[in-house]
């Protein structure tokens, strides 16, 4: 086979670094955001976090800063903000900061102690002997998150170690006392014998306390069902009494367990902050959710005044520096011209709720912001606004659609709403089925089948109608 040489011409995308890094920081949520920021700063001296309140001193003449972004345009879309080359210090929101965090005292929520924790105190100041404390203790350990025994006491002592002498009925006994504790209805083995504990542990004179435990103990299944007659006939109630012993099995908490352990409450900090100016629904970004970054004056003065072969390296990071703080200021500008757009075009949302929520794609506010749809996903994941009407993902304001008789579309989020505001008008003791619904959608124009209705009831968490029905 010959050889030979062949020019040949091709192109090809590269992404440059600091490209790579700008997206990257897009799809970061204000959590993940601050992490990275916090591995910066750790790995390169030339960037700093600027305290509130402190020295903000401008940075060497002629650098590179990145200016913020005011609020957003009135106009259908907002313009694009610019960056600058001027002084270090004087970005808004990156170095300049007059809050008073004199007396401000940051509260943490009190922890909660776990099932386990709790129930062990309640055990120490009992006046039970070592052994039958061991006992109850060993239950304890057995119990999941609910406050129900994982396995059954025959398997527990099963694997009891025969030397131990431990007999069945001391179990038994042992059983006896956890479920004497609080939260009444732990150390059940299943759910009926979890609310007939907390029956059980009712004042005798409780109305409608003794068919309660009927219905607990044979009628459960039934009354799930929504079976009241079958429960009528076969207990020889009437249409009172069951009322009142079916609002006492209510209340009662099936999974006890579930109101102790860590606390692990999550808070959301919100990107943008949107409000009405003048008739006009606005968005501004949450100076909070911003870090406040700029360079190390010190290190950069150093680097000014000797540039030589050892100082390479420092230049290096002074540009990862100036390319981190410029890729973040665009973030955060990229979200504010996201979220104007989302909010210009659900204004009706804000002003009405959720059944005046008009479709919305992607593609939509990609062509009106002039960028790419990939750019807007990543923009609209795990990022929040703070409305009026709570704290939104920008995600929750795109959606499928549904056409109309007239010709137009109705969102699926809007759907929801009228769904939900339909059942909850509805009469209890004759609920509306999925078909109903679908026929009172009709009338005002939104053609929606079935067994669309029945999946947006479904993602609503609504039970169907026969699970509905009240007495």
Request: net charge negative.
């Amino acid at each position: 086979m010959k050889q030979g040489l062949q020019l040949k011409f091709s192109q090809q995308l590269t992404l440059t670094p600091q490209l790579q890094q700008s997206i990257r920081l897009l799809q970061l949520s204000t959590l993940e955001l601050n992490q990275e920021v916090e591995l910066m700063i750790q790995t390169n001296p030339l960037l700093e976090r600027v305290e509130a309140g402190g020295d903000e001193g401008s940075g060497p003449s002629g650098e590179f800063e990145t200016t913020a972004p005011a609020d957003a345009s009135l106009s259908e879309e907002s313009p694009k903000v610019e960056l600058a080359d001027l002084e270090w210090g004087d970005a808004p929101g990156f170095g300049q900061g007059d809050d008073d965090d004199d007396g401000f005292v940051i509260q943490t929520p009190e922890a909660v102690p776990s099932l386990r924790d709790h129930l062990l105190w309640q055990l120490n100041l009992t006046q039970l002997v070592e052994r039958d404390r061991q006992l109850v203790a060993l239950l304890i350990d057995d119990l999941d998150e609910r406050g129900y025994l994982t396995q059954s006491l025959d398997d527990i002592h099963a694997m009891l170690p025969p030397e131990l002498g431990v007999a069945r009925e001391e179990l038994g006994i042992a059983l006896k006392y956890l479920q004497s504790l609080e939260p009444s209805g732990v150390g059940a083995i299943d759910l009926a014998d979890c609310l007939q504990l907390q029956l059980q542990h009712m004042p005798a004179q409780t109305p409608g306390l003794g068919l309660a435990v009927q219905i607990v103990q044979h009628e459960l299944t039934a009354l799930a069902a929504h079976d009241f007659t079958g429960i009528k006939k076969r207990l020889r109630c009437d249409d009172a009494a069951l009322r009142i012993a079916h609002d006492l099995i209510t209340h009662l908490d099936p999974r006890p367990g579930e109101a102790y352990g860590v606390n692990d409450t999550r808070y959301i900090v919100p990107d943008v902050i949107v409000s009405k100016v003048k008739s006009q629904w606005i968005a501004r970004l949450n100076t909070d959710a911003m870090p406040r970054l700029r360079v190390n004056q010190l290190y950069a003065d150093m680097l000014t005044r000797h540039r030589d072969a050892g100082s390479q390296q420092m230049a290096g990071q002074l540009q990862e520096a100036r390319w981190m703080i410029k890729n973040i200021m665009q973030r955060f500008d990229t979200i504010l011209r996201v979220t104007q757009c989302i909010v210009d075009r659900q204004r009706h949302f804000f002003e009405y709720g959720e059944v005046a929520m008009r479709p919305l794609v992607l593609r939509e506010v990609a062509d009106a912001v002039e960028l790419h749809e990939s750019t807007v996903s990543r923009v609209t994941t795990q990022k929040f606004m703070m409305t009026p009407r709570g704290i939104f993902e920008l995600k929750y304001f795109f959606g499928s659609h549904v056409n109309t008789d007239a010709g137009g579309a109705c969102s699926a989020t809007a759907i929801r709403a009228l769904i939900k505001q339909l059942v909850s008008a509805e009469d209890a003791k004759k609920p509306l089925s999925d078909g109903q619904i679908a026929e009172m959608l009709g009338q005002q124009g939104i053609v929606v089948a079935r067994r669309t209705i029945a999946k947006y009831r479904e993602s609503l968490q609504i039970p169907p109608a026969s699970q509905r029905k009240a007495l």
